[in-house]
Structures are given as structure tokens and as C-alpha cells.
């Protein structure tokens, strides 16, 4: 059984090639709603996590939706 690999919410917008103002026109929130949900997106709601979703063309299961530091624990507890 494989491991899902996932990404920041930042990382994935950045690799569909939108900045943040562009992204959050195109799901309809101000660009410091998303700036705050990529910092810590434990709280997205369903619609937004969806749109995030398909406008980055990412599924949801590769996502990280959480706080980036704890994203960032994660990632160096599994490289030690």
C-alpha cells in the first residue's frame, strides 16, 4: 500500500501557477483570507477546500490542511 505524499495549500498554489490574489478571486474570498488559510487552513471550510481543490488541480488527499509549522514538524520527524 502506497503513502499519499502531500503539500502545502501555498506549495500547491504555487505550482498551479497563481498568486494569491488570483486564486482567492477565482474561489471568491479577499487574497488575506487565503493568505491566513495557507498559514494555517485547520479550519477551510468543505466549499473551499473543494475549490482550492480543483482550481489546483490537486486532490484533496494531497493537500495538507493543517497548520504549516505542524506540517513542517512532520516533515523533519520523518527525515530523523
Same mark, same amino acid.
Given at each position: 500500500?502506497g503513502?499519499t505524499?502531500?503539500?502545502?495549500?501555498?506549495?500547491?498554489?504555487?505550482?498551479?501557477?497563481?498568486?494569491?490574489?488570483?486564486?482567492?478571486?477565482?474561489?471568491?474570498?479577499?487574497?488575506q483570507?487565503?493568505?491566513?488559510?495557507?498559514?494555517?487552513?485547520?479550519? /477551510?471550510? %468543505?466549499?473551499?477546500? !473543494?475549490?482550492?481543490? &480543483? @482550481?489546483?488541480?490537486?486532490?484533496? #488527499?494531497? /493537500?495538507? %490542511?493543517g497548520?504549516? !509549522?505542524?506540517?513542517? &514538524? @512532520?516533515?523533519?520527524?520523518?527525515? #530523523?
Open positions: 500500500m503513502t505524499i502531500q503539500i502545502t495549500l501555498e506549495a500547491a498554489r504555487r505550482n498551479a501557477g497563481y498568486s494569491q490574489a488570483e486564486a482567492a478571486k477565482r474561489i471568491g474570498v479577499h487574497y483570507t487565503l493568505a491566513a488559510l495557507e498559514k494555517d487552513s485547520s479550519k /477551510i471550510g %468543505f466549499s473551499e477546500m !473543494n475549490d482550492l481543490s &480543483r @482550481l489546483y488541480h490537486i486532490p484533496k #488527499n494531497n /493537500i495538507f %490542511f497548520n504549516r !509549522n505542524e506540517f513542517i &514538524r @512532520l516533515l523533519r520527524s520523518k527525515v #530523523n
